[in-house]
């Protein structure tokens, strides 16, 4: 499996960006999908996570009312919309695969087999 993430750039506070994350293999569709960042001298953060089916989302709470993740197994992608953008979103954003279906677990790093190259987010103020 190979994940790889596009979309990042520079914006305004205040902005938008998309990100997308493109996965390569015929088991995308069984696999929950997750969004995680990393700002410089920090660790990696949990952003955004949606469950295989898409049914389920869960989302830091630094984030909610923001972004939105969703999926579209048919093309094997998933997306997370960032809107109203801050500078502390500023961050290298990574895509990741998981067989965790619980929402606590699918919010660490731990949980993920497959991680995408990330794609960097810069925010202006």
């Known amino acids: 499996v190979q994940l790889q993430a596009s979309g990042g750039g520079l914006v305004q506070a205040g902005g938008s960006l998309r990100l997308s994350c493109a996965a390569s293999?015929?088991?995308?569709?069984?696999?929950?999908m997750g969004w995680f960042r990393q700002a410089p001298g920090k660790e990696r953060e949990f952003v955004a996570a949606i469950r295989w089916s898409g049914a389920i989302t869960n989302y830091a709470d630094s984030v909610k009312g923001r972004f939105t993740i969703s999926r579209d197994n048919a093309k094997n992608t998933v997306i997370l919309q960032m809107s109203s953008l801050k500078p502390e979103d500023t961050a290298v954003y990574y895509c990741?695969?998981?067989?965790?279906?619980?929402?606590?677990?699918?919010?660490?790093?731990?949980?993920?087999?497959?991680w995408g190259q990330g794609t960097q987010v810069t925010v202006s103020s």
């Open positions: 293999g015929r088991t995308f569709s069984t696999y929950g």
């Open positions: 990741a695969m998981t067989r965790a279906t619980i929402p606590q677990a699918m919010g660490s790093p731990r949980a993920y087999d497959y």
